[in-house]
């Protein structure tokens, strides 16, 4: 389903008329795939899933015209603010955050993320 949505926009628009954007959230919000339980595991399946699920919702929001409402309106920003708390896994907290920088959020939760975003890299830097 990543790489057809990555190339479908009737696809991406098909999945946000059957809310099935709002059940791959459900799964991102499961207790096995939060961020302590990532933190925590030593299974690559666990990570790869989540990114697989974050590249779905990322093409979704990305192709289908309506998706930054539906997605506003199944917490989408919530759910995938959990998910930047990963350390083990910076690709997993960066895609999050520029997920939600770039299709959900308004101007103003933007600033804030931009600055944290700015001093979580410049640390991973020095």
Not at 74 to 85: F, T, Y
Not at 87 to 99: A, D, G, K, S
């Amino acid at each position: 389903m990543w790489d057809l949505s990555d190339k479908s926009t009737p696809t991406c628009e098909r999945i946000v008329k059957v809310d099935l954007h709002a059940d791959l959230l459900k799964c991102l919000s499961w207790d096995t795939l939060s961020a302590a339980s990532l933190n925590e595991s030593k299974w690559n399946a666990k990570r790869d899933l989540v990114k697989a699920l974050n590249g779905v919702l990322h093409n979704v929001v990305r192709r289908a015209g309506t998706a930054r409402a539906a997605f506003r309106r199944c917490n989408a920003v919530d759910v995938l603010q959990k998910l930047r708390n990963v350390n083990n896994y910076p690709v997993i907290r960066l895609c999050c955050h520029y997920t939600i920088i770039a299709f959900i959020t308004t101007a103003t939760i933007t600033s804030d993320m931009t600055t944290t975003a700015f001093r979580f890299l410049f640390n991973r830097l020095i």
